[in-house]
């Protein structure tokens, strides 16, 4: 009875329209999709790619979710029908050749047209992830050219200069006018080397220091650092799901405070 069942189905889905013309919809669900290591060639760091769109027959449009962690970038190249693409999570560079360095962030959406020659990555001290869109030709969405050496990517990015010239830093703007050698410490010590280390990302560094001062109930350092993680690449679902796990090892009542604190830092724009 059950294989009369199944193979009934069968038919009917066979015979389906939708189907048979090729226009069901696909849903590929969150979590599903495979993540590849960019091949080392085309790359200079750790690239993973996870591929949301592969085109099939008249198709060309290919997209695809790409992670640099810091320092990681493309090699030279270009596409000849060119590309599209939206930073999801960190801060990254771009640079088309005889162009100067630009540094971009979450939200921000390149288009870059086809044939000209660029790179695209994370900054040195941050993640970045992109959706890259491209138009596939013949079966090519990329020509491939020279890696990006550590004195063409190291230049400070054109956006960045005028920026940091604006703000003084963080440990200025917080302790500066009643501690000043505290604030030198904050900043040449604890930004400057501890969280520049190579050793662990950013990122890591702030799962980790969120992780700590959730579990020690410090909810006016956890504010910033909750802020400054989501500029280190965390997603906000990210952090829920630190916050949640920590409930069973650090204490419902300290989770509880944490994710006020993250409603608020959530509810900012950010910087
Ligand atoms: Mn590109």
């Not at 799962?207 to 410090?218: E, K, Q």
């Amino acid at each position: 009875m059950k294989s009369i069942v199944t193979a009934a189905a069968m038919a009917l889905s066979v015979l389906d329209p939708a189907v048979a013309a090729g226009t069901e919809l696909q849903i590929s669900r969150a979590g599903s999709r495979a993540a590849y290591i960019a091949p080392e060639q085309n790359f200079t760091g750790k690239v993973s790619v996870e591929m949301l769109q592969t085109p099939s027959g008249e198709e060309r449009a290919s997209a695809g979710s790409v992670s640099f962690t810091p320092g990681a970038r493309t090699a030279w190249h270009s596409h000849p029908l060119g590309q599209t693409l939206i930073v999801t999570a960190g801060i990254g560079r771009i640079q088309r050749w005889g162009g100067p360095v630009e540094e971009i962030r979450v939200g921000d959406v390149v288009h870059i047209p086809p044939h000209v020659k660029h790179w695209h990555g994370a900054a040195p001290d941050s993640a970045m992830t992109h959706i890259a869109i491209t138009e596939m030709l013949n079966g090519s969405a990329a020509d491939w050219m020279e890696q990006v050496p550590e004195e063409q990517y190291r230049v400070a990015p054109a956006t960045v200069v005028k920026a940091a010239g604006a703000q003084p830093s963080q440990g200025q703007t917080l302790f500066g006018d009643i501690a000043p050698k505290f604030a030198q410490l904050t900043d040449e010590v604890l930004f400057g080397d501890v969280w520049a280390r190579p050793g662990l990302s950013r990122r890591d560094r702030s799962l980790a220091t969120v992780s700590a001062l959730t579990a020690m109930y410090r909810p006016e350092q956890l504010k910033g650092h909750l802020a400054l993680a989501r500029q280190n690449g965390l997603s906000e679902a990210e952090l829920v799901e630190v916050l949640t796990h920590l409930a069973f090892y650090a204490g419902w009542p300290n989770t509880v405070t944490a994710i006020g604190v993250a409603r608020d830092v959530f509810s900012q724009p950010k910087p």
